[in-house]
């Protein structure tokens, strides 16, 4: 991530939303852009940031059979020449001509998002089925698949598996009460 100069943050100032993500292409050398500023207008700024400056956070990485791969390794590439490409594809997307950020972090997550294959929601689904004993008679009792690998990567998507999950074994454990 890293914070735009005050100068850019005027430019930068009407990004909204959460922020984009980039398709596949050998064009492309980022997976997307999380508009910190925006998203979260109230976040404390531990780093000391004046208020007038413009968060980002730029993805980059992914699977390494996309077009718009980049190796976040190390000892592939430096901090400083991750930060380079962020900048540059952020203004590059903007319309604006880059300039380097006043305050900046890479942090690199590799492997931190699954990627998922052709079929994935049928085998998921078959799964669950596999899970859903009944607890009696030796039965195993009902289990339910929570996390990432499930129905999707957002903490959103996690919350929405766990709280359907939770009513389902709710009514699951209701309906054998009576």
């Known amino acids: 991530g890293f ?4 100068a850019e943050a005027v430019a ?8 984009y993500l980039c398709k596949p292409s ?8 999380c508009f910190d500023s925006a998203t979260f207008p109230l976040l404390g700024r531990p780093d000391g940031s004046p208020a007038d400056m413009r968060r980002f956070s730029v ?7 996309l077009p718009n ?19 540059a594809e952020l203004f590059r997307h903007v ?3 880059p300039v ?12 931190a998002l699954p990627l998922y294959e052709v079929g994935h929601r049928e085998k998921v689904r078959q799964l669950a089925e ?43 454990v209701r309906s054998a009460a009576q």
């Open 3 to 6: 914070c735009a100069t005050r």
């Open 12 to 19: 930068l100032a009407d990004l909204r939303g959460f922020g």
């Open 26 to 33: 050998p064009r492309e050398r980022i997976l997307g852009v």
């Open 59 to 65: 993805m980059m990485g992914g699977d390494s059979s």
């Open 69 to 87: 791969h980049v190796d976040i390794a190390p000892d592939a590439v430096s901090d400083e020449e991750l930060r380079d490409t962020a900048t």
């Open 95 to 97: 319309g604006q001509h």
């Open 100 to 111: 380097a950020p006043d305050l900046w972090n890479v942090q690199r997550w590799p492997d």
């Open 130 to 172: 596999l899970l859903q004993g009944d607890g009696v008679a030796g039965r195993p009792a009902p289990l339910s698949i929570l996390g990432t690998v499930v129905n999707g990567v957002g903490v959103n998507d996690c919350i929405r598996t766990a709280r359907l999950s939770t009513e389902a074994l709710v009514k699951r």
